[in-house]
């Protein structure tokens, strides 16, 4: 079946170390998203690429890092900078043959500064 | 740019009785409009869209959305609901051209009572 596999689901990290939290999708999408979910907040988008090789900052980009090496694969690693990690993690793709105008999401992954 | 509101954070309602949940969203330029469906500790579906043509969307799951250009407004109903429908409520929004990105709301949690 087609989707968006995030892994793992349940991460721990301790202050000051890097994590990196895998998306690959098989959809043969284009474009590819990360973002941040906090209680109250809602989604906020954290990078996006559009094209393999290239990606673009979102709002919340700060303390955060992406690659996008493989069309299918956009990894993301939050850093010893980003100064209240904790959160869900959500990564989505699109298609350009839609318009772009439905994102599929992976089921997520929930981050714990310990 | 664009940004979104949800009138309510949370909204309680017996079962089999009729919903609204209310989005408005501003914007300098036309837009696309989503509504998403968050079950606990999953990733988002999409429950149904608005590009253009008919102002009346139906999407799964007995969803309906209104899109009021006038007051800027995407609300979203269901006539009937059931416990199943207990999850949080995303309305989101996109411009058609430029980046590929989603604004979101905070989020509304409907809660089904029986």
């Known amino acids: 079946d087609g989707g968006i596999t995030q892994s793992p689901k349940y991460l721990f990290r301790k202050e000051g170390q890097n994590v990196t939290l895998s998306c690959e999708q098989n959809l043969n999408h284009d474009a590819m998203y990360w973002y941040r979910q906090d209680p109250g907040q809602g989604l906020r988008l954290i990078y996006y690429s559009q094209i393999v090789n290239d990606f673009q900052k979102g709002d919340i980009a700060e303390g955060y890092s992406v690659s996008r090496e493989k069309k299918e694969s956009f990894p993301l690693t939050v850093t010893s900078a980003q100064k209240n990690p904790t959160a869900f993690y959500l990564c989505?793709?699109?298609?350009?043959?839609?318009?772009?105008?439905?994102?599929?999401f992976g089921q997520g992954t929930r981050l714990t500064v310990v | 740019a664009q940004s979104v509101t949800q009138l309510d954070s949370q909204v309680p309602v017996f079962e089999e009785a009729p919903v609204e949940l209310r989005c408005n969203y501003s914007?300098?330029?036309?837009?696309?409009l989503f509504w998403y469906v968050q079950y606990p500790n999953q990733g988002l579906q999409l429950l149904l869209k608005?590009?253009?043509?008919?102002?009346l969307v139906k999407g799964i799951n007995g969803f309906e959305a209104e899109f009021n250009k006038s007051q800027t407004s995407f609300h979203l109903r269901k006539p009937s609901v059931h416990i199943s429908d207990t999850a949080e409520y995303f309305c989101?929004?996109?411009?058609?051209?430029?980046?590929?990105?989603?604004?979101f709301g905070q989020g509304t949690r409907l809660t089904i009572n029986p």
């Open positions: 989505a793709s699109s298609t350009l043959q839609g318009g772009y105008t439905e994102a599929f």
């Open positions: 914007s300098s330029v036309s837009v696309y």
């Open positions: 608005y590009l253009s043509g008919s102002t």
């Open positions: 989101a929004v996109r411009a058609p051209q430029g980046a590929q990105k989603l604004v």
